[in-house]
T-cell receptor, first 113, second 109 residues
Framework: SQTIHQWPATLVQPVGSPLSLECTVE??????LYWYRQAAGRGLQLLFYSIGIDQISSEVPQNLSASRPQDRQFILSSKKLLLSDSGFYLCAWSVPGQGARAFFGQGTRLTVV | KQEVTQIPAALSVPEGENLVLNCSFT??????LQWFRQDPGKGLTSLLL?????REQTSGRLNASLDKSSGRSTLYIAASQPGDSATYLC????????FGKGTRLHILP
């Protein structure tokens, strides 16, 4: 079956510390992978998307980076967190085309203190 | 660049009423449109997916329509219940998946 794993569920990090959030997908090959962020009371903002290994597009300038070292693994990173990086981070995957539903992880709630 | 707009941003209605949530998008070159529900502090729950070749989809009290040429979709909720209170998100998938900012729905008991 097709599943997506995202961890951790919650994270509290001090300003200036590094970040690594991981997302893995099972049950599909060559998916499109996405990282979104939702700030408090705001909509889902697309941060990065990837159509293949090492093929990553950044949607907004920011303090974050993404990597896709394997087909079904997507990692969101930061070298030094800012207070403004706090939010709810969601990983998603889809196989483009009609009828291809997008699947979302359970999300990571990041609080930078 | 695809832009997705949801109207209204917030809505409060008495229990039992039928209601319509609106979603519009600027680029009609899409594969799908998907409606999600998000409860406070939680992840996303997929409600309905409409393929670009389809006009509507139904699930229980929910009906979603799609007019691709005009860049519009509606989510119709019949006989609303307090448990329907949540944020409803519209997402369009073209070369990537773009979300609207959502409609916060509150059903008054």
């Amino acid at each position: 079956s097709q599943t997506i794993h995202q961890w951790p569920a919650t994270l509290v990090q001090p300003v200036g510390s590094p970040l690594s959030l991981e997302c893995t997908v099972e049950g599909t090959s060559n998916p499109n992978l996405y990282w979104y962020r939702q700030a408090a009371g705001r909509g889902l903002q697309l941060l990065f998307y990837s159509i293949g290994i090492d093929q990553i597009s950044s949607e907004v300038p920011q303090n974050l980076s993404a990597s896709r070292p394997q087909d079904r693994q997507f990692i969101l990173s930061s070298k030094k967190l800012l207070l403004s990086d706090s939010g709810f981070y969601l990983c998603a995957w889809s196989v483009p085309g009609q009828g291809a539903r997008a699947f979302f992880g359970q999300g990571t709630r990041l609080t930078v203190v | 660049k695809q832009e997705v707009t949801q109207i209204p941003a917030a809505l409060s209605v008495p229990e039992g009423e039928n209601l319509v949530l609106n979603c519009s998008f600027t680029d009609s070159a899409i594969y799908n449109l998907q409606w999600f529900r998000q409860d406070p502090g939680k992840g996303l729950t997929s409600l309905l997916l409409i393929q670009s070749s389809q006009r509507e989809q139904t699930s229980g009290r929910l009906n979603a329509s799609l007019d691709k040429s005009s860049g519009r979709s509606t989510l119709y909720i019949a006989a609303s219940q307090p448990g329907d209170s949540a944020t409803y998100l519209c997402a369009v998938e073209g070369d990537k998946i773009i979300f609207g900012k959502g409609t916060r729905l509150h059903i008054l008991p």
